[in-house]
């Protein structure tokens, strides 16, 4: 097989660069119940994670992965001594789990730009070596050569009817079965062997949901499986056609072992051991052994049937309980409980997430699952994030051009009652593919959260600290985009959060707090954009130990006598501060805090800080929905034009004289109801000629973020649209007081104010007038 | 948005999708002040007319600021005002050429873009040592076709490189 396999064609290597992205997001789906088996009734979760190292042992010996296989193997046995044993695990082999996700991981990605995994040899070493360690302390009280022999006695049975035939008929041609591998599936045939198909269907560990997914890929599985053969029955020479089959059939093996339908698994085994022989060239694709590969498909297609018409009658019964006592649309529950502003929202704002038929959640399936009757349906697709970009800003340009067609200067002054009409519907139907576009690219947070937990309790035993991390809102969805972008900050903020902000042990008793720190790490809507809150009842932050940092590193801009308690927090996110009394390896070397500040505004996010002495500190990132498109209200100043996101406007107006004072230091201010605001000139920020210097003649603008608010003066506002927003590009760099621009209407091109941007000018300026 | 293939100047040959040996020893030469430079044709993606600029606040002077070219965002620079030449008003003549440079796409303004010439790479020689100014930076060498001579601009430096005029 290797000798195939060394010539990488580029069909092999999109299947490694698939396997390698599957590997990545079973390792994290998968993390979290590593937690669960300090826990008694764990065997759900050993299972799944046995089934993690498993299927990626499967793939990589299929890959010819020597060394990814060998980390499974050793992995895998112990998963397998940890699933018989059935009771909770120590620390040390949770940390020693822990460490085999990590190790996978790094050799998944080396394996996703070498193609082999060969430089990790030498790290892997190690890796077994940790492994065997544990299996030895893990070892149940019977001795290990029992165990052994067991399996070796079996091996004398277990070879099922065909494989017998395959050895028979092809005795001659010297087909040699790796043992090792039979041996192995020997082992985990054993260990489902008590666990008949009946009882296991039953069983409340397998949730419908499981079955239902179980069954939808398992169709899949066995059709791609039979066309294959087919294909292969006519076209002997097509050989590329085995390994595709073997890897269904093994994932079918794999999958239903891990459901427990041992039948079913069987039959698997046993075409998998003979599409072995053909992918070696052992065995040529005879019509016969097609065939004899085809009578197992087609009885593990009957069996699937059943096990499908048991299912939908099982969950028919659900959906009563559920139906009838609430006579609501499952659909709505969902919807409901995601986002309770939903209905407002997908009319207000375009990025709320639509309707819940064009957001591919988990939950979406579970609501609509036993619906279906005879056949399943997939329910979802992979699709490479870069077609989803791709996409995105085809739909942008879409978008932009929709806004030049209709808003076309040809177009002023006529009367075109047809045109308009068919504007407005190509407006409608523009919007909801921008709105459908946009859910493509919406996930729920859990994922990320899920990586804290882990983040949480590594650090926490690496500080002697025991803290309990509560999540809540991890079905809360974001731009994948966004997402990513989060995942930094959080890490720092979760880690200065244990290390800095829970207390250690004996001082959080001596305090009179339960010896468990909290963390409250939570995600929800909230308008247009997400609010993410990491809360602790820890120390607290004391507002005379920041200003005396402060004021050491010099990053005390402002007299402490007119700062706000929040301002005086916000510090600890200032480029060099740090007040770890003591530098430890996970936070407190003043880095972090400042990266946490730049990405959040990269997103156009903001944070706002909390703290209670002594009783604990609560930290808010607010990050807008999406990035992409911008709502916003489009001003003219001279021969240029500006875009400001609407969110930040609060009211516009033409200003009366009464109004406008200018202080002696000849700051311009203007009296709106009971504030004061300042005046920013925009033509004198950007230094452009405007239409008139005069207050009374232009418009008075007042945008307020960060409960900050300042009013701005340009010359007339031209209308609102809803826009790509678009970089200026590396070439030209940051610019002051602008965050990017958008295609308008008539093709030219708007400027984005960068509304934190001016707030801060403005108080620069404010400052420097005072001082 | 006028294309100026009637001038002289063959689209397809600057189609950049094209293999490296079409494209080698191709230059476009274009004209500023009655000088005629030439640029790699590797770099050139298209040539469009003049059309209109929006003005970016506080940056580099030379960067006249961006346009919008089928729903793309690309900076101009004025290749003029680059080489510390006064501006002048814009003609029908005026062109923007689009270059990609380390996949970016820069427009520069020339007075007039003249043709696409073969200059053998044994035709060309080093710049100049004598050149002062801040000119003979862009400078990359000199081609020479006939009694003819060329400047080979030097986009990079052309693009990035810092210079401070007074």
Partial sequence: ?771 | MQIVSEKDINMQELDFTEDDDTLKDKFLTFKISNEIYALEIGFVIEIIGMQSITKIPNIKGFINGIINLRGIIIPVIEVRTRFGMPKIPYTDRTCIVVVNINESSIGLIVDEVSEVLMIPSVNISAPPATGKGTQSKFIKGVGSIEDDIKILLDIKTLLYDEIIYN
């Fill in chain 1, 1 to 771: 097989m290797s000798e195939n396999m060394k010539i990488l064609d580029s069909d092999t290597r999109e299947m490694i660069t698939q396997f390698v992205s599957e590997g990545l997001d079973s390792l994290d789906t998968n993390e979290p119940y590593v937690e669960y088996l300090r826990e008694y009734d764990n065997s759900e979760h050993v299972n799944a994670i046995f089934r993690v190292f498993h299927t990626l042992k499967g793939l990589s010996g299929f890959f010819d992965l020597k060394i990814t296989k060998k980390v499974t193997h050793e992995a895998e046995t112990l998963l397998d001594l940890i699933r018989k044993q059935n009771k909770p695990q120590n620390e040390d082999t949770i940390t020693v789990i822990f460490q085999t996700f990590d190790f996978l991981r790094d050799i998944l990605y080396k394996v996703s730009t070498d193609f082999t995994d060969e430089s990790a040899g030498i790290i892997a070493e190690d890796m077994i070596l940790i492994l065997k360690d544990c299996l030895e302390k893990v070892k149940n009280p019977i001795n290990i050569e029992d165990y052994f022999s067991e399996d070796s006695y079996m091996l004398k049975e277990p070879s099922t009817e065909i494989v017998e035939e395959v050895l028979e008929s092809d005795s001659n041609s010297g087909l040699n079965i790796n043992l090792d591998d039979v041996n192995e599936e020997v082992i985990e045939e054993v260990s489902n062997s008590n666990i008949t198909f009946e009882s296991e269907f039953d069983d409340s560990i397998l949730t419908d949901e499981l079955l239902d997914q179980f069954l939808v890929n398992a169709f899949e599985l066995i059709d791609l499986v039979d066309k294959n053969l087919i294909e292969l029955e006519k076209n002997p020479d097509n050989t590329k056609l085995i390994p595709e089959t073997f890897g269904a059939v093994h994932s079918l093996k794999g999958n239903s072992g891990f459901m427990g339908l041992s039948e079913i698994e069987d039959l698997a085994m046993d075409m998998e051991t003979i599409l072995d022989s053909l992918r070696s060239g052992d065995l040529t694709p005879e019509p016969h052994i097609i065939t004899i590969i085809l009578s197992n498909s087609e009885i593990i297609r009957n069996l699937l049937d059943t096990l499908q018409e048991k299912s939908s009658a099982h969950t028919k019964k659900e959906n009563k309980y559920i139906e009838s006592p609430t006579p609501v649309n499952t659909n709505e529950i969902v919807e409901i409980s995601e986002t309770p502003k939903t209905e407002n929202k997908v009319q207000k704002s375009p990025i709320a997430p639509v309707d819940n038929s064009a957001t591919f959640t988990p939950k979406e399936v579970d609501a609509n699952a036993g619906q279906h009757s005879a056949h399943i349906q997939k329910k979802d697709i992979r699709v490479e994030t870069i077609k989803i970009d791709k996409l995105f800003d085809l739909v942008g340009e879409l978008i932009t051009i929709e806004a030049m067609v209709t808003n076309n200067p040809d177009l002023i002054g006529l009367d075109l009652p047809n045109f308009n009409k068919s504007a407005n519907m190509l407006n409608k139907i523009t919007r909801e593919l921008q709105e459908i576009s946009m859910s493509i690219r919406m996930m729920p947070l859990e994922g990320t959260f899920n990586k804290m937990k882990r983040l949480v309790r590594d650090v926490s035993i690496k500080m002697n600290k025991k803290v309990n991390l509560l999540i809540s809102g991890a079905d809360t969805e974001m731009d994948k985009n966004v997402i990513d972008e989060i995942a930094d900050p959080l890490v720092h903020l979760l880690r200065n959060s244990v290390d800095h902000g829970i207390e250690n042990i004996e001082q959080r008793i001596a305090n009179g707090k339960s010896e468990i720190g909290t963390i409250k790490l939570g995600a929800k809507y909230e308008g247009n954009e997400i609010l993410i809150t990491i809360e602790d009842d820890g120390a607290g932050i004391i507002r005379d130990k920041i200003l005396a940092k402060a004021e050491e590193k010099g990053i005390l801009k402002v007299s402490p006598d007119l700062m706000s308690d929040k301002d005086v927090f916000k510090l600890i996110f200032e480029p060099g501060f740090s007040t770890a009394a003591q530098i430890t390896d996970i936070s407190g070397r003043g880095v972090g805090m400042d990266v946490v500040k730049k990405n959040i505004e990269k997103l156009h996010g903001s944070i706002d800080v909390d703290s209670i002495a002594g009783k604990g500190t609560k930290i808010t990132l607010r990050i807008p929905l999406t990035l992409a498109i911008m709502e916003s209200m489009i001003i003219r100043i001279g021969e240029s034009r500006y875009a400001l996101p609407i969110l930040a406007i609060n009211e516009s107006f033409r200003s009366l004289n009464t109004n406008i004072t200018v202080t002696m230091d000849g700051l311009e201010v203007i009296k709106v109801r009971n504030d004061v605001l300042p005046i920013i000139r925009l033509h004198d920020q950007f230094d452009i000629e405007p239409d008139s210097k005069n207050l009374l003649d232009g418009i008075m603008i007042i945008i307020e973020a960060k409960n900050k608010k300042v009013c701005l003066f340009a010359d007339e506002i031209v209308g609102q649209q809803q826009a790509v927003v678009k970089g200026l590009g590396d070439y030209i760099g940051k610019v002051p007081g602008v965050t990017g621009c958008m295609i308008l209407g008539d093709g030219g091109i708007g400027l984005i104010l960068d509304i934190d941007g001016l707030l801060e000018m403005s108080e620069n300026t404010l400052l420097l007038k005072v001082s």
